[in-house]
């Protein structure tokens, strides 16, 4: 039914910006909530944040006031704008959807991931 493929991960140094795309395609993606998380090695998986089918967002306070996630109906794309990356920031990142923002448990659809590494 629906399916998600981020881009953008890339080697950054501290202080840094990245732009992470997660691309839908399939029916009604707008219906969906689209959360971005992250697991870096040896840790659990993590919600960085998530933007809801009417536009509501939400960041965990580690990231909050640095990245922004964004939504483009006509792109079908959902964004995450990362400014002053810093090295606990290195992780593989993924977009997820469900009908509401949700832990990475109760997530319904996964992409493959994209790696972000902040490192000098």
């Known amino acids: 039914q629906l399916q998600l493929a981020e881009s953008g991960g890339n080697l950054v140094q501290p202080g840094g910006s990245l732009r992470l795309s997660c691309s839908a395609s399939?029916?009604?993606?707008?219906?969906?909530?689209i959360g971005w998380f992250r697991q870096a090695p040896g840790k659990e998986r993590e919600r960085v944040s998530c933007?809801?089918?009417?536009?509501?967002?939400s960041y965990a306070d580690s990231v909050k006031g640095r990245f922004t996630i964004s939504r483009d109906s006509a792109r079908k794309t959902v964004y995450l704008q990362m400014n002053s990356l810093k090295p606990e920031d290195t992780a593989v990142y993924y977009c997820?959807?469900?009908?509401?923002?949700?832990?990475?448990?109760?997530?319904?659809?996964w992409g493959k991931g994209t790696l972000v590494t902040v490192s000098s």
């Open positions: 399939g029916f009604h993606w707008d219906y969906y909530a």
């Open positions: 997820a959807a469900a009908w509401v923002c949700s832990d990475y448990r109760s997530m319904d659809h």
């Open positions: 933007i809801g089918s009417g536009g509501d967002t």
